[in-house]
């Protein structure tokens, strides 16, 4: 593993570096007619991710760090298409106000994603019935398709219905930075929704930009990760975006608040499974504040300082007998922490990025892993040798404090875990096509 790593790594140094980009939608011009998706302005782009990682515990399972790759070895993350048709607006779905005038027109769009790999994001209900996907360590999904308009109201106020990556968090499920540099994920992002089915208004305020940009989202989802929801409830997402006058600053405060319940003897459902035996609802909610500034002579700087709070009321259904106990939470349960990263651009095609992070469950509401205290420090190299391809070196560590061993085990809970710390060491390829 170390040796191919190594190899990797000496044989892309060879390579002559260029200004680092993130190139969109050239994909179309190897492929299909170039003019006759831009008279119809539809961007058509395609992203290969692929690492290699390492652990120092001899273990496969590299869960809880991983998240989304759950063991060692080479790791195919994605190998997905997007086709979009963009929006002419000011505001942008789940990334907030830009400034500029208000566009008069109205527009319309749409956004289809198809993905190969390990990168799930399976949808409860939707693709994660697909019988070819049954038993396969690498699935086929759409992980994301809506449709979207443009309104002129207020400022500009755009709507969209589908499903679709979640806008609560830093963190977002394309590999592209902002808004994270990094390889493997915060526990906020773990702890977190990581997409929704459902629809979603935003829209800029109609505020002097002397005093910022302020954008408002409201949301009404079916719940975590799922179409098909068992409590036939609704769940409601608030978020509120400010900009300063000069886009150096952001702030994002977003939230979501709903019943959550799960069906007993449905695990799909996860992190957080609590059951009522009388179908009561069960209330949940998870909030997530991100404040990021952009600093130096040239902006080479960012640091970016996220903060998390989650709680879910408790069920009466405790594990079944044949399983080990502790998975379903029966008590009110709640789990906060934050991460803090900064990123600096050493040049062009080069830039140097760092994270720590803390995570608080004391009370094991995440259905995997132990209660008790997470800690992490991650630190990369992103190298762009050409504009459409990046190379990122990763190196992390992970501890828990607390009853458990949540690090190494056979498989990713901690039943089967024997350590409360480990180091990982990762270097990923990702194209933008």
Same mark, same amino acid.
């Given at each position: 593993?170390?040796?191919?790593?190594?190899?990797?790594?000496?044989?892309?140094?060879?390579?002559?570096?260029?200004?680092?980009?993130?190139?969109?939608?050239?994909?179309? %011009?190897?492929?299909?007619?170039?003019?006759?998706?831009?008279?119809? @302005?539809?961007?058509?782009?395609?992203?290969?991710?692929?690492?290699?990682?390492?652990?120092?515990?001899?273990?496969?399972?590299?869960?809880?760090?991983?998240?989304?790759?759950?063991?060692?070895?080479?790791?195919?993350?994605?190998?997905?298409?997007?086709?979009?048709?963009?929006?002419?607006?000011?505001?942008?779905?789940?990334?907030?106000?830009?400034?500029? $005038?208000?566009? !008069?027109?109205?527009? #319309?769009?749409?956004?289809?994603?198809?993905?190969?790999?390990? &990168?799930?994001?399976?949808?409860?209900?939707?693709?994660?019935?697909?019988?070819?996907?049954?038993?396969?360590?690498?699935?086929?999904?759409?992980?994301?398709?809506?449709?979207?308009?443009? *309104?002129?109201?207020?400022?500009?106020?755009?709507? %969209?219905?589908?499903?679709?990556?979640?806008?609560?968090?830093?963190?977002?499920?394309?590999?592209? !930075?902002?808004?994270?540099?990094?390889?493997?994920?915060?526990?906020?992002?773990?702890?977190?929704?990581?997409?929704?089915?459902?629809?979603?208004?935003?829209?800029?305020?109609?505020? /002097?930009?002397?005093?910022?940009?302020?954008?408002?989202?409201?949301?009404?989802?079916?719940?975590?990760?799922?179409?098909?929801?068992?409590?036939? &409830?609704?769940?409601?997402?608030?978020?509120?975006?400010?900009?300063?006058?000069?886009?150096?600053?952001?702030?994002?405060?977003?939230?979501?608040?709903?019943?959550?319940?799960?069906?007993?003897? +449905?695990? !799909?459902? *996860?992190?957080?499974?609590?059951?009522?035996?009388?179908?009561?609802?069960?209330?949940?909610?998870?909030?997530?504040?991100?404040?990021? @500034?952009?600093?130096? $002579?040239?902006?080479? #700087?960012?640091?970016?300082?996220?903060?998390?709070?989650?709680?879910?009321?408790?069920?009466?259904?405790? *594990? !079944?007998?044949?399983?080990?106990?502790?998975?379903? +939470?029966?008590?009110?349960?709640? #789990?906060?922490?934050?991460?803090?990263?900064?990123?600096?651009?050493?040049?062009?095609?080069?830039?140097?990025?760092?994270?720590?992070?803390?995570?608080? /469950?004391?009370?094991?509401?995440?259905?995997?892993?132990?209660?008790?205290?997470?800690?992490?420090?991650?630190?990369?190299?992103?190298?762009?040798?050409?504009?459409?391809?990046?190379?990122?070196?990763?190196?992390?560590?992970? %501890?828990?404090?607390?009853?458990?061993?949540?690090?190494?085990?056979?498989?990713?809970?901690?039943?089967?875990?024997?350590?409360?710390? %480990?180091?990982?060491?990762?270097?990923?390829?990702?194209?933008?096509?």
């Amino acid at each position: 593993m170390y040796k191919t790593a190594l190899l990797l790594l000496l044989l892309l140094s060879s390579l002559t570096p260029v200004q680092a980009a993130q190139p969109k939608g050239w994909f179309y %011009q190897l492929f299909v007619d170039r003019d006759l998706w831009q008279q119809q @302005h539809i961007d058509i782009a395609a992203r290969l991710q692929s690492g290699l990682i390492a652990a120092d515990h001899g273990s496969s399972n590299i869960f809880p760090a991983g998240f989304l790759s759950l063991h060692d070895g080479f790791v195919l993350n994605r190998a997905e298409i997007i086709i979009e048709k963009p929006l002419n607006s000011r505001i942008r779905p789940r990334i907030g106000p830009f400034p500029g $005038a208000r566009y !008069d027109d109205w527009d #319309w769009g749409f956004l289809l994603q198809g993905r190969y790999g390990e &990168d799930f994001s399976r949808t409860y209900g939707f693709d994660d019935e697909w019988g070819i996907n049954e038993a396969e360590k690498r699935v086929v999904i759409l992980p994301q398709w809506f449709v979207k308009a443009y *309104a002129p109201w207020g400022g500009g106020t755009t709507l %969209q219905f589908g499903t679709w990556f979640t806008n609560i968090g830093n963190e977002v499920g394309a590999p592209i !930075d902002p808004p994270s540099p990094f390889y493997s994920h915060a526990y906020a992002f773990l702890y977190g929704p990581s997409k929704h089915f459902g629809g979603l208004v935003s829209t800029r305020l109609p505020v /002097d930009q002397q005093y910022g940009l302020w954008g408002l989202e409201l949301g009404l989802v079916q719940g975590w990760n799922n179409l098909q929801d068992n409590n036939d &409830d609704k769940s409601l997402i608030t978020g509120l975006q400010w900009r300063s006058p000069d886009m150096a600053t952001w702030v994002d405060l977003e939230s979501i608040w709903g019943n959550e319940q799960s069906e007993n003897g +449905i695990t !799909d459902q *996860a992190p957080f499974i609590a059951i009522s035996s009388n179908n009561r609802n069960l209330f949940r909610q998870f909030h997530s504040l991100t404040v990021s @500034h952009q600093f130096g $002579a040239t902006s080479d #700087w960012r640091w970016v300082l996220n903060s998390v709070y989650g709680r879910q009321e408790g069920g009466d259904v405790p *594990a !079944d007998s044949n399983n080990p106990p502790g998975l379903p +939470i029966v008590t009110t349960s709640e #789990w906060y922490g934050w991460n803090l990263s900064l990123t600096h651009q050493l040049r062009t095609d080069l830039q140097l990025a760092t994270r720590i992070e803390k995570m608080f /469950d004391r009370q094991g509401a995440f259905f995997l892993l132990p209660g008790g205290e997470y800690s992490a420090w991650t630190a990369n190299l992103s190298w762009y040798p050409q504009p459409w391809l990046r190379i990122r070196p990763e190196l992390r560590y992970d %501890q828990f404090e607390g009853e458990g061993q949540p690090f190494g085990g056979a498989l990713p809970n901690q039943f089967n875990g024997r350590e409360r710390q %480990q180091w990982l060491f990762s270097i990923d390829a990702t194209l933008f096509l």
